[in-house]
């Protein structure tokens, strides 16, 4: 096989063919890493991976974060274990309903996430795609002025909060993400570890901004989201079963998109720990304490 890395008509994004995702050798990976701090989103058509082998996958992206006790692989899916489907007032269904919405993962924990892995398991026969966004392209796109006004500040980010905001009020320890009321306080403008591009750092879970007014705050972290949000800086994938896409928290927001919730849609999601370094929030406060107070 030989590796083929074709970029999107988007200012993100590759597919890669050509390779083995169970069975990758030195110069592979190191070509895989290098498209991955390029494109920010890499999507490898019917790899059909085991749990095992993606979890694997994921180690060569760094430390696995376990989001479910000692799990390193959890279901993203409306399919309860014994097969049948979810309802849509259920806890669970909630959380995929928030996933709809522009983010990135675990910007909500003290320690944000690298990287995601997921795969396509079972799909719907419409609907169900994931769409990600440039946050790099976005920075870059923004008028000067703008930049300025938003080169020092920061928001909280919070899974209370940003479920709050759909009408889902989770109880502490229901599931993770709320098993702390810890939230982080995070820079609007993040740079990039590796590359050095500066990205918005934005998305669902972020709120509050410390030196604006709730209503201001939410006025401009939304306007920011719209306009980043907006072609040629977003893809979306039509998701096959066997497919797998890894994409890069620092730089990238991702959403889920609908589809009819009377089909099984079935996902295998393992997510990758950022470095201490870059990715653990300096500061952070009790939700009673923070600006969603």
Known sequence: ????????????????????????????????????????VLIFPGQHLSETA?????RHFGAIEHLVADREIVPISNQRPDGTLMNDDESGMQLLRG?????????????AAKASVLSARVVPSAGGQTEWADMRAAYDALDEVTKARIATLSAYHSLYYSQG?????????????????????????KVHPVTGRKSLFIGRHAYGIPGL????????????VTFACQAPRTYAHAWQPGDVVVWDNRCVLHRARPFDHREAR?????????????????QSVSLNESAMA
């Open 213 to 224: 007014t709730p209503e201001e705050s939410e006025r401009l972290l939304e306007s920011l």
């Open 165 to 189: 905001r759909i009408g889902h009020k989770a109880e502490r320890g229901s599931s993770y993400g709320f098993h702390t009321h810890e939230t982080p306080l995070r820079p609007l403008v």
């Open 99 to 111: 996933n709809e919405g522009w983010h990135t993962d675990s910007s909500y924990m003290p320690l």
């Open 54 to 58: 993606q979890i694997e996958f994921g």
């Open 266 to 282: 079935v996902m295998k999601h393992t997510r990758v720990a950022g470095e201490p370094a870059s990715e653990w929030a300096g």
């Open 1 to 40: 096989m030989t590796l083929t890395i074709t970029p999107t008509e988007a200012t993100l994004g590759a597919i890669v063919t050509g390779v083995n995702l169970a069975n990758l050798d030195d110069a592979t990976w190191a070509d895989i890493e290098r498209a991955f701090h390029a494109h920010a």
